[in-house]
């Protein structure tokens, strides 16, 4: 049975760092895609990174690149989310999960398996 564990969120002021981590278990697989999405206040859930594990590629939104950098330790089946930088418009619960295909990708329909979310808080 597919797992994933969200934790590292919490409250910070704008400008400080976070990192999220996403402990996965359940599954054994040579290639796979895991996506960290986010949902702030009033809106719909939205894709934010993901990486694959074959190769490491990694794929972001514009609003978080240079600010957020996505790995993964393959050996833990963890997934990191660090966030530096961050804004009051970051504010959301984040969500990790495990891709159905090994392209990289953030349309939801094509992650399969979802985490519980931790929430981040960004504010003075």
């Known amino acids: 049975q597919v797992q994933l564990v969200e934790s590292g969120g919490g409250l910070v002021q704008p400008g400080g760092s976070l990192r999220l981590s996403c402990a996965a278990s359940g599954f054994t697989s040579d290639s796979n895609v895991i996506g960290w999405f986010r949902q702030a206040p009033g809106k719909e859930r939205a894709g934010v990174s993901c990486i694959r594990s074959s190769d490491g590629r990694t794929y972001y939104i514009d609003s978080v690149k240079g600010r957020f950098t996505i790995s993964r330790d393959n050996a833990k089946n963890t997934v990191y989310l660090q966030m530096n930088s961050l804004k009051p418009e970051d504010t959301g619960v984040y969500y990790c999960?495990?891709?159905?295909?090994?392209?990289?990708?953030?349309?939801?329909?094509?992650?399969?398996?979802w985490g519980q979310g931790t929430q981040v808080t960004v504010s003075s």
């Open positions: 999960a495990l891709g159905r295909y090994t392209w990289l990708s953030l349309a939801s329909a094509h992650y399969l398996n």
